[in-house]
């Protein structure tokens, strides 16, 4: 009950802000010569990934709920504080893009708007810790039917979690800094646009491929993962330097601070991730793969002998109300 009701509320929070940056988005395209053309591209940008996150958000809630990871439920109250915090900068610069003694055509003045979102996050927010709370208690007892009351294999599970959030927040904070990259920065004409657009599908691979060498425990894989790693997170250090080394030149200086939190955010995640996946791999050949196959067989067995009981049972009731 308590996840549906987590993902009701990321429905019902998505539904809601994306709702009022489309109108906020076309209120700007309906001023066409009149506002600041730059101006608004950026915030055109800004608010396209925050709806892009808030898509990502209700993706990962649902594959939380199907994987029964509670550690990933905690990763979204705290990237949704993360909303919380991108919204109420960006009141600001909504604000301060809108000319000034633009008439509306709408009943709600755009101030309105843009006070709403926070709002909703905030009281999204209470709601995520509210349920999380519940969830935490539930889906504990499911991993303790999963996994048995071995707390070596319970630690070793944690970090095999904790892992699969990181690869997951790595995906969207890459994506978020190479679209703002591609679109507010960089030109057609350059060479790097075309490197970057090269390198976003290659980074996604890289992604899997940690997945994947987790899950299978293969050590080869995962040395490819991990150099993956460091090659990502020293490109995102040298953007970093760039963005901070030209911070008062166009067109960097524009978008500084946005450019500059998702490169850092990425430069972070990927470092983390890093250590994570030399974790997970000590943790390689302890009986983790074996418990969640043993665990999946049992479970498959469990539900077709509950089928066949099924049946069988519908077959003799059908039986009897015949003799009957």
Avoid at 52 to 60: D, G, P
Wanted: charged share 15%; aromatic share 12%; hydrophobic share 50%.
């Amino acid at each position: 009950m308590s996840c549906r009701l987590f993902v009701l509320v990321v429905v019902l929070e998505t539904v809601a802000d994306i709702a009022i940056e489309g109108d906020i988005l076309l209120r700007f395209h309906q001023l066409g010569e009149k506002g600041q053309i730059d101006a608004i591209d950026r915030l055109q940008v800004y608010l396209s990934i925050f709806a892009f996150a808030h898509v990502f958000q209700f993706v990962v809630a649902l594959d939380a709920v199907r994987l029964r990871n509670t550690l990933q439920f905690l990763f979204l109250t705290m990237f949704n504080a993360l909303f919380l915090v991108y919204a109420i900068l960006q009141i600001s610069e909504i604000r301060n893009t809108w000319p000034q003694g633009e008439p509306q055509n709408s009943t709600i003045p755009i101030n309105i708007l843009t006070a709403i979102i926070p709002c909703v996050i905030g009281v999204a927010e209470l709601a995520f810790i509210v349920l999380g709370w519940s969830i935490w208690r539930e889906f504990g007892w499911k991993v303790f039917k999963l996994l048995g009351a071995d707390l070596r294999i319970k630690t070793i599970y944690m970090h095999y979690q904790i892992y699969e959030c990181l690869l997951k927040f790595d995906i969207f904070f890459a994506i978020g800094f190479s679209a703002q990259l591609m679109t507010l920065v960089l030109q057609r004409t350059d060479v790097e646009y075309y490197i970057t657009v090269a390198a976003l599908p290659v980074s996604l691979l890289i992604l899997i491929a940690g997945h994947l060498a987790a899950r299978h425990e293969n050590k080869p894989l995962m040395y490819v993962f991990m150099v993956g790693c460091i090659a990502g997170s020293g490109y995102f250090g040298y953007k970093l330097y760039r963005i901070i080394e030209h911070r008062n030149e166009d067109p960097y200086k524009s978008v500084l601070k946005s450019l500059s939190t998702f490169a850092a955010l990425s430069l972070v995640f990927l470092l983390t991730t890093f250590t994570w996946a030399c974790i997970v791999m000590s943790n390689f050949g302890l009986g983790l793969k074996n418990n969640l196959s043993n665990s999946k067989t049992r479970s498959g067995r469990s539900r077709g002998s509950d089928s066949r009981h099924s049946r069988q049972f519908s077959s003799s009731t059908g039986h009897r109300m015949s003799i009957e």
